[in-house]
């Protein structure tokens, strides 16, 4: 099976959290942490259609002014999902410039601020901040808490968070393909049915739950579709085939503690792949806990709790440098798995 989601760790094992996940057929990508972006080209930055912050330590929000320049100017409307008081930080940040000619600005720059805030019920604050209002903030109606942790959704898309503790909030997040759809080639070939576009409305029609009588048009090129045959759906459902969607779960500095491993563990559960922060050695796990950050072990030992299939740490403290290697066996034994392999 085609993997559909596309994650990279922007800057490794060691160096500033973020996370850039492109999905196939989608256009935007979803990114997690800023820290540091100078890795990340122009045209990746102007994709991003998601900004998942999981606090505002520096090392995780210091280069949010790097994609802010390249989108002023350009008419988008980004969601940024960020822990209790996040929009006020977004705002203050904002703030920091001088916008008085922003009405000479043809296209609009929106934030979406969405806080997540404890546990449902209740609900999430949301803001609004437009360059065409110098980001002045505009409160808007909140957003009900789902029990699931359901933020919203990009596309076939769904992002979950959960709240942690870091001595601060900080958010922990789960991206999620709703469904993998995939086509038989074989099947297409045996029936004599082209390849092409009208395979992604065919895929479309199996997702929306279609009605067997919908009709399907078939065509090899775009051109070709106003004028092209229409199979019915139930007809054709056999071409494809559904499979659970992938998961990939981030999750980024909080304590080793009972409460913070449940939800860590909650929101990881069964994940194609983890990425979970290991700064410490087994040994440091004092130093861990005064700090409030996971050790090698607690991070293989969630990972193993979870059922993660793959798992990726990173934010290894530059105390370990040269010493990666050990870092990732400490984690692989905690695991029960190879660091970065699949069983």
Known sequence: MRPTLHPRLVNGRGGDPALYVEALH??????????????????????????????????????????LR???GRAKRLPVVGPEGFAQRLHHRLQS??????????NDLVFEAIEVTGSAPGAWPRTLLRLH?????????????????????LGRLRLRAAVLDHGTPCLGFALEEAEHLNVWRSRLEARGLPTGPWLAGLKAAVAEGRPDDHPVPVFARAAEAAAAPRLPLGALRDLVSVTPGQRVAYLTDFADTPANRAAAVALAREADTLFIEAPFAAADAALAAERRHLTTRAAGEIARAAGARRVEPFHFSPRYLGQHDRLLAEIAAAAGRPVGAAP
């Open 133 to 153: 209002g110098a980001f002045r903030p505009e409160p808007l109606p909140p957003l009900p808490a789902a029990a699931d942790g359901t933020v919203l959704r």
């Open 97 to 106: 410039y001088t916008w008085n000619l922003a009405d000479r600005i043809g």
């Open 70 to 72: 390249l989108l002023v």
């Open 26 to 67: 989608l256009p935007e990508a979803v990114l997690f942490d800023c820290g540091d972006l100078s890795a990340l080209a122009p045209r990746h930055l102007l994709r991003v259609g998601l900004l998942a912050i999981s606090h505002a330590h520096m090392d995780h929000w210091a280069d949010f002014d790097r994609l």
